[in-house]
Nanobody, 124 residues
């Protein structure tokens, strides 16, 4: 069974940091583009960041550039999202996703596999 399991979410004050992890199992994700998306209450799910299978190419939403960093460890089948200088508007459920054979993209439709999400809450 293919699974993406996110962890590392929680409650943090504005200006703080969190590191999200996404552990993949059930298939090899080392050749997949991996992405992070988020969904705030009452809003649509939006792109946050993505990384190519080799880690050589990354992409970020403008709202997180310079604050968030995506990385991956293919040996561990895990992708990470380091979030610094967090703001209350970063509050959302964060989802990990995998796009087999795709280039780095913000298009959610390219991602075939999704995790259940982890809640990130940033207090002001």
């Amino acid at each position: 069974q293919v699974q993406l399991v996110e962890s590392g979410g929680g409650l943090v004050q504005a200006g703080g940091s969190l590191r999200l992890s996404c552990a993949a199992s059930g298939r090899t994700f080392s050749r997949d583009t991996m992405g992070w998306f988020r969904q705030a209450p009452g809003k649509e799910r939006t792109f946050v960041a993505a990384i190519s299978w080799s880690g050589g190419t990354t992409g970020y939403a403008d709202s997180v550039k310079g604050r968030f960093t995506i990385s991956r460890d293919n040996a561990k089948n895990t992708v990470y999202l380091q979030m610094n200088s967090l703001k209350p508007e970063d509050t959302a459920v964060y989802y990990c996703a995998a796009a087999p054979g795709a280039v780095v993209s913000a298009r959610g439709g390219l991602y075939d596999y999704w995790g259940q999400g982890t809640q990130v809450t940033v207090s002001s």
